[in-house]
């Protein structure tokens, strides 16, 4: 328990959809870059992860009537405002006086319906949030002009103020998240045992095109990177100090610059930190670093997200990828060849798109083979480039099921039930194609193979569907939801769960 009152609470919105948290629980780091900023400004500070906890609305309630913040801070994409808003109206109602304020994405483009329509949330942070959380507080402790803070949106009367967009931190490497924060013992990795998991990260922006992605936008077309030095100095930090064995690099496109990227990779072979990577990057990245991957495996990358989307050039086209249809099947079979984990998605659901045009997807993410293959429904979010394309389609303004897996777009031959149905027929058709071929994989893709379905069967959203898969009786029973010490061709992970964190003081809610 906390020796007193925090001034501000970092609060996640109680939300899931049955995604991201079948496979584990995830640090919410861009509170706990918030969070480090306002520390060093000499407030007091507590993160509350109603989240990862899976806590109700009224534990929420509890938990605010029992600390009694001064302010609220809630982080938001589109899928979780709805209840991110709900934790406003329930601070306002528990502490008289407290400061509501929103931030992340949604907030960041719809300031102006949010503050006109909800009363409960006083002030939303536009766009990148460290400097405007300490200036933010700064002003209202003093009851000052907020409209000399900048980068934020409020009301002021009956109108909402907008102030000036605030310069974007060039110095990354002067950025601390609040790790002393963290209860690290409810984040973890559900495929590793005992397993403690960060999400770290090594740049910010995005200078792609995707025309249905809320990052581009949000970074203003602009990328940023902390130095090779300092990111793995921070990792073997993280490891030293708090356990972590498990780290997943947050950033949209970490290997953009290619010289800065190879250091990265040296760096973390030379000190060999033992923490598995989960990595997410671009197929022309990885297809332009075809001699490297050796060195992406023995730096401990482990698994590569490489986002496909579409097997349809004109989609991709349509989608603004500024990419081809074969480099993402040569950048999948480069990631398969050595070594690692292969995902990947497959947005489905466009206003044309057919049955006929579903399937052929599905039987081209066969094709494609990745280890893993999530088949999504596109959404577009209200403020991205996407949205005019698809506006007389939409079906939904309800943002809760804007989370890749309700279909919120109805194509014009199809109904949203039909759009549900394919989309959980290519899972189930994906996966009963990759378990009949189990035996000629190598032993720790077996292994991980069998851990994923388990998770998938008894922690996601899609376990009705994957419960009807005719898989061999007592193929998942050895499931032990590890295969760290199972790769023994590149195996590297010296007593990597024997490791003892250092104690370090920590100022956690409980």
Not at 10 to 27: C, D, F, K, N, Q
Not at 51 to 63: E, G, K, P, S, Y
Not at 111 to 135: Q, S, Y
Not at 319 to 324: E, H, P, R, V
């Amino acid at each position: 328990m906390k020796s007193h009152r925090p001034e501000i609470l970092l609060v996640t919105p109680p939300y899931h959809s049955g995604v991201v948290e079948s496979a584990g629980s995830w640090i919410p780091l861009g509170l706990l870059y918030i969070g480090g900023a306002l520390q060093r400004a000499g407030y007091g500070v507590a993160l509350y992860d109603a989240m990862t906890r899976f806590h109700t609305l009224d534990q929420v309630r509890a938990t605010l009537r029992r600390e009694r913040p001064d302010a609220v801070f809630v982080t938001c994409i589109t899928a979780t405002v709805v209840d991110g808003m709900e934790v406003c109206r329930v601070a306002k109602e528990e502490i008289p006086g407290v400061l509501t304020v929103l931030g992340n994405t949604h907030p960041t483009f719809m300031h102006g319906e949010i503050l006109r329509e909800h009363p409960e949330v006083d002030v939303v942070v536009c766009a990148e949030g460290e400097e405007t959380a300490v200036e933010l507080m700064a002003a209202w402790h003093a009851e000052s002009d907020l409209g000399k803070v900048r980068g934020i949106a409020f009301r002021q009367g009956d109108r909402i103020v907008a102030t000036p967009p605030r310069a974007f931190i060039q110095d990354l490497d002067a950025l601390e998240p609040a790790w002393n924060l963290v209860p690290w013992k409810e984040y973890s990795y559900r495929v590793k045992p005992e397993s403690t998991l960060a999400i770290v990260s090594s740049s910010r922006g995005c200078k792609q095109h995707c025309s249905f992605c809320s990052q581009r936008l949000f970074w203003k077309h602009s990328w940023r990177a902390v130095s090779a030095d300092r990111f793995v100095d921070q990792l073997q930090m993280l490891r030293d100090r708090y356990g972590v064995n498990v780290a997943m690099i947050a950033d949209e496109i970490p290997s953009l610059d290619s010289t800065r990227w190879t250091r990265i990779l040296d760096l973390l072979i030379e000190r060999d930190l033992g923490v598995s990577l989960l990595l997410e990057t671009r197929v022309d990245d990885i297809v332009r670093d075809a001699a490297l991957m050796p060195r992406y495996r023995r730096a401990g990358i482990e698994h590569i997200y490489v986002g496909v989307e579409s097997a349809n050039q004109e989609t991709l086209d349509l989608f603004k990828k500024d990419a081809k249809v074969e480099q993402g099947k040569r950048a999948i079979e480069l990631i398969n060849t050595h070594e690692m984990i292969s995902e990947t998605s497959f947005v489905m659901g466009m206003p044309n798109e057919t049955p006929a045009e579903m399937a052929r997807t599905i039987e081209l993410a066969k094709f494609y083979d990745p280890d893993m293959a999530f088949f999504l429904a596109i959404t577009p979010w209200p403020y991205a480039d996407l949205y005019k394309e698809v506006k007389d389609h939409i079906a939904t303004r309800d943002f809760r099921k804007y989370n890749l897996v309700e279909p919120v777009i109805k194509p014009v031959a199809m109904t949203l039930d039909q759009v549900r149905t394919e989309l959980f027929r290519g899972f189930r058709e994906f996966y009963i194609a990759k378990m009949k071929r189990l035996s000629s994989m190598p032993a720790w893709k077996q292994d991980f193979m069998k851990s994923l379905m388990k998770l998938l069967m008894e922690h996601s959203y899609l376990k009705d569907q994957m419960a009807g898969l005719a898989l061999p009786p007592g193929m998942l029973d050895s499931a032990d939801l590890s295969v760290a010490e199972s790769r023994c061709p590149v195996q590297r992970f010296k007593n990597l769960f024997k490791r003892k964190p250092q104690p370090v003081p920590n100022k956690v809610l409980t």
